[in-house]
C-alpha cells in the first residue's frame, strides 16, 4: 500500500471493509478514509456477523453477547444497520466520521446471508456514504 501511494501520490485514498491496519506513514501522507461496514461506534471485525447472530449492542463485551444470544431468550435484533466512513488514525475504527449511511434489515428474512448483506444493502449504503 505505501509503495502505491508513494509511486501515484494520490489526493484521497479509500479502503473498504479493510482486516489489517492501513500502515501509518499513508494515512500520514496523504487523506486515508476507511469504509466500516457498521454504525458509528461500532467498532472491530465481524461487524456483519454480530448483527446477523442478533446482537443489539445492548450487552458490552463479546463473551457476554455470546453467553446471552446462546441462551433461550427471544430477541428481535437489530432493525436497521449501516456503514461509516471515517479517517484513518493509529486507533483501529476509532477515526473521524466522515460519513454515515443505514438502511433497514431483518435477520430473519428468508434467504439472508452475510454474502447477500454485501452485494446488496452494504454496498449501497456505501456508495451513497462514499
Known amino acids: 500500500?505505501?509503495?502505491?501511494?508513494?509511486l501515484f501520490e494520490p489526493d484521497l485514498v479509500i479502503c473498504p471493509f479493510l482486516?489489517?491496519?492501513v500502515p501509518k506513514e499513508v494515512y500520514e501522507r496523504v487523506l486515508t478514509l476507511i469504509v466500516h461496514?457498521?454504525?458509528p461506534g461500532d467498532a472491530g471485525p465481524s461487524a456483519i456477523d454480530w448483527l446477523l447472530m442478533g446482537d443489539?449492542?445492548?450487552?458490552p463485551g463479546a463473551d457476554a453477547t455470546l453467553e446471552y444470544l446462546n441462551g433461550d431468550r427471544i430477541r428481535p435484533g437489530?432493525?436497521?444497520?449501516g456503514v461509516t466512513?471515517?479517517?484513518a488514525i493509529e486507533v483501529f475504527d476509532a477515526g473521524p466520521v466522515w460519513?454515515?449511511?443505514?438502511?433497514?434489515v431483518n435477520i430473519d428474512e428468508k434467504g439472508l446471508t452475510k454474502s447477500e448483506l454485501y452485494r446488496g444493502p452494504v454496498t449501497r449504503a456505501v456508495i451513497t456514504a462514499t
Open 99 to 104: 460519513a454515515f449511511e443505514q438502511f433497514p
Open 78 to 81: 437489530r432493525t436497521h444497520w
Open 1 to 6: 500500500m505505501l509503495d502505491a501511494v508513494v
Open 85 to 87: 466512513v471515517l479517517g
Open 19 to 21: 482486516t489489517t491496519r
Open 56 to 59: 443489539d449492542g445492548s450487552i
Open 37 to 39: 461496514p457498521g454504525p
